[in-house]
C-alpha cells in the first residue's frame, strides 16, 4: 500500500487570554504551516470589549433571519424541493447573488470585531501552497469559515477545508505534531469491525415533510455500501428515536460513518415518535467503555441548524468558556456525539433546503470515500460542485475536528458497485 501523502496543512489558534475590567486579550497566530518551515507566522494580540460576542449573536442571527426568510434567494420555502423553484441562474449571470452580499457583510463586521486583518492576509496568501486550515479554539460562537478577504472576494472556506477544534485536556502541540493515521484499507473497512450508519426521516403525511429525504438517504446508502460491504451499512428510514437508539447501541463499538437527514432543532434529531437528542446518545452508550464509539467515526449531521449554535439559541455560547464542550454535551446533540469518541462532526449552522442539502451531502460522501481524500478536502469539494448562483447552502457547512481526517487508504482501488 502506498504511503500517506502528506497533507497540505496551515494551523490556525486563536485563544482568549487574560481580562482587563471591560477588556479581554484575544491571541491569534499560525504557529504552524506544513509547506513552510522557515517562515515568519504571524502573531497578533488585540483588546477586545469582553461582550464582542454579543455583537456577533446579533450579527449572525440577522444572516440567519434572510437565510430563512429566502423570498429573495428565489424560493419562498426552505422545505421546496422542485428545481424550478429555485431562482433561474439566467437572472444573476454577472451579478454577485444578495445571499453573498449579506454573508460578506456579516464576515466583515465579525472581522471588526476581532481585528484580525494580518493573520486573515496571511492565509489568503497561502491559496496555492496549502489544502487545508486546522483552526485551534475557544471562541466557537465565530464561524471562522467564513473569514472573507475583500481583495479577492472569496471566504476562507471557498479556498480551503476547514476544521474547528476546541480545547478539552488535549494540548496544542498534540494537534500539531500527531502522527496519527486514522486512514484504513477497503479490506479493513469491509471486516465486521468496521460499519455505517444511515438515518433519514422524511416525515411524509405531516406538515413537517420533506421529500426527497427518503431518496437522498438511498444515494447515500449506494456510496457506503461499495466500501464497507452491504451487511455492514445500516440503513434505516422514517426511524423511531427507540429504532436509532437500538442502532447505536448495537453497532457502536464499530460504527465509523454516521449520517443522519431531516429536521433538527435544539431538541436533537427528530423521529417518528420523538427527537434523538444529547440525553439519547449518552443513554445508548450507557455501561461501555470511555471511547465508547471506538471506530472513531465521522458524524454528518444534514439538516437545518444541526449544530445548534445558530440563529435563536446561538445565545446559550455567548460567554464562551473553556468548558464549552463539556456543558453544550448535555444539551447538543452535534457534541454529545463528539464527547462519546467521534472524531469529527459535520453540521449546519443555518436553514438548508432538500434539494441543495442532498446534492451536498452525496457530494461530500462520494469525495470522502474516495482513497487518500481527506474530510477537509472532500467538503470543499463539495461547496465548489454546488451552483453558487443559486444556493447559499455551500456555506453553512462546518466541521468540527480534524480536516486532515481520511477514510479510506492512499492507494486503494475504491469499487463503485457493493461489494
Known amino acids: 500500500m502506498d504511503r500517506p501523502k502528506q497533507n497540505r496543512v496551515a494551523v490556525l489558534s486563536v485563544m482568549r487570554g487574560a481580562e482587563e475590567e471591560d477588556m479581554l486579550r484575544v491571541h491569534a497566530s499560525v504557529p504552524y504551516v506544513s509547506t513552510l518551515q522557515h517562515g515568519t507566522y504571524p502573531y497578533v494580540m488585540q483588546l477586545v470589549n469582553r461582550q464582542f460576542s454579543d455583537a456577533v449573536a446579533e450579527t449572525l442571527l440577522t444572516l440567519q433571519i434572510d437565510f430563512t426568510s429566502a423570498r429573495q434567494f428565489g424560493s419562498p420555502r426552505l422545505t421546496d424541493f422542485e428545481p424550478q423553484a429555485i431562482i433561474n441562474p439566467s437572472k444573476v449571470v454577472g451579478k454577485t447573488p444578495p445571499y453573498r452580499r449579506r454573508l460578506a457583510k456579516a464576515a466583515s463586521q465579525i472581522t471588526q470585531t476581532l481585528p484580525l486583518d494580518r493573520i486573515i492576509d496571511f492565509l489568503f496568501a497561502l491559496e496555492d501552497q496549502i489544502d487545508l486550515v486546522q483552526i485551534f479554539t475557544d471562541l466557537p460562537q465565530i464561524p471562522w469559515d467564513w473569514m472573507y478577504s475583500h481583495d479577492r472576494d472569496k471566504f476562507l472556506c471557498e479556498l480551503f477545508g476547514i476544521g474547528t477544534t476546541m480545547p478539552e485536556e488535549e494540548r496544542l502541540s498534540n494537534i500539531l ?47 457506503t455500501k461499495p466500501i464497507f460491504g452491504k451487511n455492514n451499512c445500516i440503513v434505516l428510514k422514517d426511524a423511531t428515536a427507540h429504532e436509532v437508539c437500538r442502532a447505536i447501541q448495537e453497532h457502536a463499538g464499530n460504527l465509523r460513518l454516521i449520517v443522519f437527514c431531516g429536521h433538527f432543532t435544539r431538541f436533537g434529531f427528530r423521529c417518528v415518535d420523538r427527537y434523538f437528542g ?129 477514510m479510506v487508504a492512499l492507494g486503494e482501488d475504491t469499487p463503485t458497485q457493493p461489494a
Open 177 to 223: 505534531f500527531s502522527t496519527h493515521d486514522r486512514a484504513l484499507s477497503l479490506a479493513d473497512l469491509r471486516s465486521p469491525r468496521y460499519s455505517a450508519l444511515v438515518v433519514g426521516n422524511s416525515y411524509i403525511g405531516t406538515q413537517q415533510a420533506l421529500p426527497g429525504i427518503e431518496e437522498s438517504a438511498d444515494q447515500i446508502a449506494s456510496l
Open 278 to 406: 444529547a440525553v439519547d446518545v449518552q443513554q445508548s452508550l450507557a455501561g461501555q467503555s470511555a471511547d465508547e464509539f471506538g471506530a472513531q467515526p465521522i458524524v454528518i449531521l444534514n439538516g437545518c441548524k444541526s449544530g445548534d449554535i445558530g440563529c435563536e439559541n446561538l445565545a446559550s455560547y455567548a460567554e464562551p468558556n473553556r468548558d464549552f464542550v463539556n456543558a453544550a454535551s448535555n444539551r447538543n446533540l452535534a457534541s454529545a456525539i463528539l464527547r462519546h469518541g467521534a472524531d469529527a462532526c459535520v453540521f449546519t449552522s443555518a436553514r438548508v433546503r432538500v434539494t441543495f442539502a442532498s446534492e451536498f451531502l452525496r457530494e461530500m460522501i462520494a469525495k470522502l470515500l474516495s482513497a487518500g481524500v481527506t474530510l477537509g478536502e472532500a467538503l470543499c469539494h463539495a461547496r465548489r460542485q454546488l451552483d453558487q448562483g443559486k444556493c447559499y447552502e455551500w456555506a453553512t457547512y462546518h466541521l468540527l475536528g480534524d480536516p486532515t481526517y481520511t
